[in-house]
């Protein structure tokens, strides 16, 4: 997947593992940083990471997100979601 936003362009590895990932997916994701042309490569799990990809991740400059993190960032979506629909209602019925 590549996610772009102001300029910057992400691209992402995304894995629904039932064992932590290893090293392939950092790879991989690595190799698309040139191809696509982009400024950060992140991996996302539902799971945790291999303590050889956490390794090979932090030397490439790969942000690794596993589900602890993942989890994090869908609530804090979800409280954004619900307060602007909030907002909107209080808009339209005003």
Avoid: C, F
């Amino acid at each position: 997947m590549v996610l772009s936003k102001d300029g910057k362009r992400i691209v992402v590895q995304a894995k629904r593992y039932s064992k932590n990932v290893g090293l392939k997916a950092v790879q991989e994701v690595r190799g698309a940083v040139s191809h696509y042309g982009a400024s950060a490569a992140w991996v996302v799990t539902n799971r945790d990471y291999t303590e050889q990809a956490y390794k090979l991740a932090k030397s490439n400059n790969v942000r690794l997100i596993g589900r602890e993190e993942l989890i994090e960032m869908l609530l804090q979506m979800r409280e954004k979601m619900v307060a602007a629909k909030k907002a909107n209602n209080a808009k339209t019925s005003a």
